[in-house]
């Protein structure tokens, strides 16, 4: 006789063995909460009416998430400049900037990674873009083959960290906090890993030199303002559709909805100003509306808004308006637009699916007391709250095996966010809590798309490189790329400072102290007038 405590672990157990079967998760996830559901009804653990709270959630809590609207917008710009060209020219330009010092290559890959992952949110765009421009050249130029497989692998799976990563989105949402907060959480430790790689770059060429050579003289072919002039180029605009991204969100400005809004329409601007098609007169355009932009902007500073505010503005969303209908003109940017949105319908509906069935999963859990279930294995652990989070991070770890990040956000987090919450507010706070707990787990996600064999980064790899790339130099070129990952994550666990330094701090608030005190206002007489007869 299968008894209430044996339902949740049963649950977890059916979950994962139809999982390694190969059938889709968002369907596994369903049909594993629909036949346990079922199966409790007939065990008497609660009737039919329970399920009910799987539609309502469905569609109180899913389909009218106005967080889950960001998703399509940052998956709809990553699109876009994945194939502009943008990469092609920063890749360009960063590696003459670094090509005297050694393993230059290697941090032009870095740094362009960083910044394209501000402004692309996708891990395949960048391994795959990063890939076919920077392989040739770093084999070209005699770069050990398993530093090259591991540092555009690894390169890529930056953006999973970088706001604005659709992950942080992802993980806002499970965790109920905000993206903004979620975004100031992660910009600490994407900063510290680009050092770590950057670090692990130096080290390699101090010890192994021939692994990371410079690039000889006569390939160098820009230089002096000319070289500066080509960085700026790819820089500037990156930075602004950063800023117009991001700075617009965590300043309050935009919800992350319009945020993503303005980085689809940015994208749209940015790919058509790298075209070789756009003229002339659309340049002019185009720097009328940034001064525009400017004057509206200081305009807004120094006085109230007035007309010139308005008038300004009016004539920067023209400009854009402008410059997105010449880009629908040229054939390849029009072919651009279009596949940007098959892409970003097949990842939202992937996305929706998932949700809908992780929903059905975790009604049907919570039903069974999954919740008590989990919460008494997770808090009996020993080690307190450092044992709670070694353990979460090492499940993590292995199920990135085999889950993607998606996958794992929509699972496991619901489940175990709770427990979190009670567990580490008593280090940083209840409203710090969630925040460090989510930036811890997805640098920990980002070793998903580098484990050997079922990382995606190296599948990516595998598909774009030469022939001469073995498979067995992608996998053992990763390894020490993931290493360092989880230095990261334990610098995260060890310093809480990394994630909570740039959030607001709580306001300390004694409520026994707090006084309202209502002005006394002298009423006039009143006056009713003689009385009736």
């Given amino acids: 006789m299968i008894t209430l405590e044996m339902m949740p672990p049963l649950m977890f157990g059916g979950l994962v ?7 889709p998760v968002a369907f596994t996830l369903a049909a594993v909460g629909l036949s346990f559901g079922f199966l409790a009804i007939h065990l008497g653990f609660f009737d039919l009416n329970f399920l009910q709270a799987i539609p309502g959630r469905v569609f109180g809590s899913v389909l009218s998430n106005e967080l889950l609207l960001a998703i399509p917008f940052f998956t709809f710009m990553g699109a876009i400049l994945e194939r502009c060209g943008l990469a092609e020219d920063m890749l360009d330009s960063m590696g003459q900037l670094f090509g005297p010092v050694r ?12 910044i394209l992952g501000a402004i692309t949110g996708t891990v395949a765009a960048q391994v795959i873009a990063m890939a076919l421009i920077s392989m040739p050249v770093m084999i070209r130029y005699g770069y050990n083959m398993r530093y090259i497989t591991g540092v555009l692998a690894a390169s890529g799976t930056i953006t999973q960290l970088v706001p604005p990563s659709l992950v ?52 160098r072919t820009l230089t002096g303002w000319a070289l500066w002039k080509k960085c700026l180029m790819g820089i500037i605009p990156s930075a602004v559709l950063i800023f117009v991204v991001l700075g617009t969100m965590m300043m309050g400005l ?59 503005f009016a004539v920067t969303y023209l400009a ?43 009604v049907v859990f919570l039903g069974v007391s999954g919740g008590v279930w989990l919460e008494h294995l997770l808090t009996s652990l020993p080690g307190g709250v450092w044992g709670f989070l070694i353990f979460i991070n090492l499940f993590i770890f292995f199920l990135a095996f085999f889950l993607d990040f998606f996958e794992i956000a929509f ?12 567990v580490l507010a008593p280090v940083v706070g209840p409203d710090a809590a969630l925040i460090w707990f989510g930036v811890m787990l997805c640098v920990n996600m980002q070793t998903s798309f580098l484990h050997p064999p079922f990382g995606f980064a190296l599948f990516y790899l595998r598909g774009v490189a030469p022939k001469e790339v073995k498979s067995s130099d992608i996998y053992w070129g990763a390894i020490p790329w993931i290493g360092l990952q989880m230095i990261m994550v334990l610098l995260v666990i060890i310093f809480p400072i990394t994630v909570t330094g740039l959030l607001d701090k709580p306001l300390n608030v004694d409520l026994d102290k707090v006084k309202i005190e209502v002005p006394q206002i002298d009423l006039p007489p009143l006056d009713l007038g003689p009385p009736q007869k």
């Fill in 17 to 23: 063995l139809a999982m390694l079967i190969g059938f």
């Fill in 320 to 362: 854009v308006a402008w410059i997105c209908i010449q880009a629908a003109r040229i054939p390849e940017l029009r072919d651009l637009i279009k596949q940007g949105y098959e892409s970003t319908m097949r990842l939202t509906c992937m996305v929706t699916f998932i949700l809908i069935g992780s929903t059905c999963f975790s």
């Fill in 254 to 312: 935009a919800t992350p909805t319009e945020a993503g809004a303005m980085g689809a329409v940015g994208a749209i601007v940015l790919a058509a100003i790298h075209h070789k098609d756009f003229s002339s007169n659309d340049r002019k355009i185009l720097i009328v509306g940034v001064i525009a932009a400017g004057v509206g902007t200081i305009v807004a500073m120094l006085f109230t808004e007035n007309l010139v505010f308005r008038l300004s």
């Fill in 411 to 422: 699972i496991i987090l619901p489940m175990i966010a709770p427990i979190a919450q009670k």
């Fill in 103 to 114: 393993g230059g290559l290697g941090y032009s890959v870095i740094i362009v990674g960083f």
């Fill in 168 to 219: 942080l989105i992802v993980l806002a949402d499970q965790l109920g906090k905000s993206v903004g907060d979620m975004y100031l959480g992660a910009w600490g430790p994407s900063v510290f890993q680009i050092m770590l790689f950057a670090g692990y770059t130096f080290i390699l060429g101090l010890i192994k030199p021939s692994h990371v050579p410079p690039v000889p003289k006569e390939a």
